[in-house]
């Protein structure tokens, strides 16, 4: 695995030893050791060798994570990308894929399916995933698209978006979920729960929740009294009293039943009438950074770029 160094590998692994180790290991990691009289010192080494072997434990789980990547790769393929996609469910907001590309084995503890991170977690694994990856994507189906299409056709259309985000075609795609994705051109496999059993589809799926859940944060700005920050667009207790006392905003889906009611609106919404989508893209490398026009865009970044650049709009055919 790569040797991990800088404050971003520091930060992932800092979470691991407070989160993962902490009350196992006895102290946190770094805190300073007693004297060598102490008789504590004794126990400080029962510490350090339990952490030694929980972080062994980390790195046969990432190479387990990693068998459909290695399997690929002795098949020939040397550009394996996983594919996942978040935010069908909600009553709000876009629904949004990732792409993810890593040429060689990792080493991200913690990299996992995005459902059993903490916010906190996501956002530090965030940060390596998208510096070591050798290519990443986002790709977005918004409000408006949402209106239009099933959410079926609608994920497949955001994860085909990311794909064709990357700098590079990959040679086979691992996608999460049962069905493979139609116009990208390569071999594929669909893994069901993907993100629990594939390194790269994890790592997607990191990315996907992240960059979905930056963008509701800032709709709770420009929405507020909504929640957005706390539920990000799900069908809470709250939302849904918010959406009663409110009503919907330019972001709800009006085909949702919730949404539905309120609005009066019929199934059919009269903006799938008005044309394709509009798809963007730029190149982010370090963290993802802030995204701001998240609807309808392509963010993308793999290892060679230089730096973040400004969104160039093209439109995408139907």
Not at 20 to 36: D, E, F
Not at 60 to 69: D, N
Not at 210 to 217: E, H, N
Not at 250 to 262: G, K, M, N, Y
Request: glycine share 10%.
């Amino acid at each position: 695995m790569q040797e991990s160094s800088g404050p971003a590998v520091n930060r992932v692994n800092m979470k691991l030893s407070m989160t993962r180790l902490h009350g196992i290991a006895g102290q946190s990691v770094g805190a300073p050791l007693p004297a060598l009289d102490d008789p504590r010192v004794r126990e400080a080494a029962k510490t350090s060798d339990k952490v030694r072997v929980l972080v062994e434990r980390e790195e046969q789980r990432l190479l387990q994570l990693e068998e459909f990547e290695t399997g690929a790769r002795h098949d020939g393929y040397a550009r394996v990308a996983g594919v996942d996609e978040v935010g069908r469910g909600p009553l709000a907001g876009p629904l949004v894929a990732a792409a993810v590309v890593f040429e060689s084995q990792p080493w991200i503890p913690l990299l996992n399916d995005s459902k059993k991170l903490s916010a906190e977690e996501r956002e530090a694994v965030h940060v390596l995933i998208c510096s070591r990856a050798s290519a990443w994507a986002v790709g977005i189906v918004d409000v408006v698209e949402l209106n239009c299409l099933n959410l079926h056709v609608a994920s497949l259309e955001a994860m085909r978006r990311a794909l064709n985000g990357l700098s590079s075609v990959p040679d086979h795609v691992l996608v999460d979920g049962c069905h493979v994705i139609p116009l990208i051109g390569c071999s594929q496999r669909a893994l069901v729960r993907g993100d629990g059993r594939s390194l790269s589809i994890a790592a997607a799926s990191i990315v996907a929740k992240v960059t979905r859940d930056r963008y509701m944060d800032e709709m709770d700005a420009l929405w507020p009294g909504y929640g957005f920050a706390q539920h990000k667009g799900y069908g809470t207790p709250d939302h849904l009293r918010a959406l009663r006392e409110l009503g919907p905003t330019s972001i709800h889906r009006r085909r949702f039943r919730p949404v539905a009611q309120l609005q009066h609106v019929t199934s059919e919404d009269p903006s799938c009438h008005s044309g394709g989508g509009v798809s963007s893209s730029f190149s982010d490398r370090s963290d993802g950074g802030g995204v701001s026009s998240i609807p309808s865009e392509a963010v993308s970044g793999n290892s060679s770029d230089i730096g973040p650049r400004r969104p160039s709009r093209t439109t995408l055919s139907r």
